[in-house]
């Protein structure tokens, strides 16, 4: 596709489930990331993909919190056992490398309720 | 440690005077660095760009300009519209492909 697509765009789930969100990025992008933003608040980092190299874990919040990629396509972001304080918007982006923009999908709105 | 901070959680500016929104970071090997714009309910969308080999880069009504002895960029918004009311991200990136996102700041066009 021609721009980064993200699904589920909303998702409603209760406490206490799973949730898996889904991230398409444009291809030949090797760099991915994901972000959430709570309402209110500022963007917050989560993990970074590149190419092959061991992805950047650093911003995940809890070990509730996985997410995968293979290669250089989709990637997914798994929240275990949800709480209400994961309710957020999740942004995908991808990057092209250096002096290139990067590309945000137009992110997922999880609600726990 | 955030890298590149935008200090300013929000902004308020009256319709058609200048909106001036800031930005720092700390790391002397970031070389090219972004503005992004979005609005509620959207992803967020590129605005304006600048290399580290310039100081300014204009846009029509939207002008980005870097200090690197400081560490600061700016975006300028002459004149502010309406239309401009969204939350703004500075963001860097550095010659190991990583590129890295303040946590915004919301700008509130006034009429």
């Known amino acids: 596709g021609a721009g980064v697509s993200q699904s589920p765009s909303n998702k409603v789930t209760e406490k206490g489930k799973d949730v898996e969100l889904r991230c398409d990025p444009i291809s030949g992008h090797t760099a991915l990331y994901w972000y959430r933003q709570r309402l209110g608040q500022g963007l917050e980092f989560l993990i970074y993909?590149?190419?092959?190299?061991?992805?950047?874990k650093s911003g995940l919040p809890s070990d509730r919190f996985s997410a995968e990629r293979t290669g250089e396509s989709v990637s997914t972001l798994t929240i275990q056992r949800t709480q209400q304080e994961d309710s957020a918007v999740y942004l995908c982006?991808?990057?092209?490398?250096?002096?290139?923009?990067?590309?945000f999908g137009q992110g997922t709105r999880l609600t726990v309720v | 440690d955030q890298q590149v901070k935008q200090n300013s959680p929000s902004l308020s500016v009256q319709e058609g005077r200048i909106s001036i929104l800031n930005c720092d970071y700390t790391n002397s090997m970031f070389d090219y660095f972004l503005w992004y714009k979005k609005y509620p309910a959207e992803g967020p969308t590129f605005l304006i760009s600048?290399?580290?080999?310039?100081d300014k880069n204009e846009d029509g009504r939207f002008t980005v300009f870097l200090n690197k002895s400081a560490k600061h960029l700016s975006l300028h918004i002459v004149p502010s519209q309406p239309g401009d009311s969204a939350v703004y991200f500075c963001?860097?990136?550095?010659?190991?492909?990583?590129?890295?996102f303040g946590k915004g700041t919301r700008l509130h066009i006034l009429p």
């Open positions: 982006a991808c990057w092209g490398g250096i002096n290139t923009e990067a590309f």
């Open positions: 993909f590149q190419g092959n190299s061991a992805p950047d």
């Open positions: 600048i290399s580290s080999i310039k």
């Open positions: 963001a860097a990136s550095d010659r190991d492909d990583k590129i890295i």
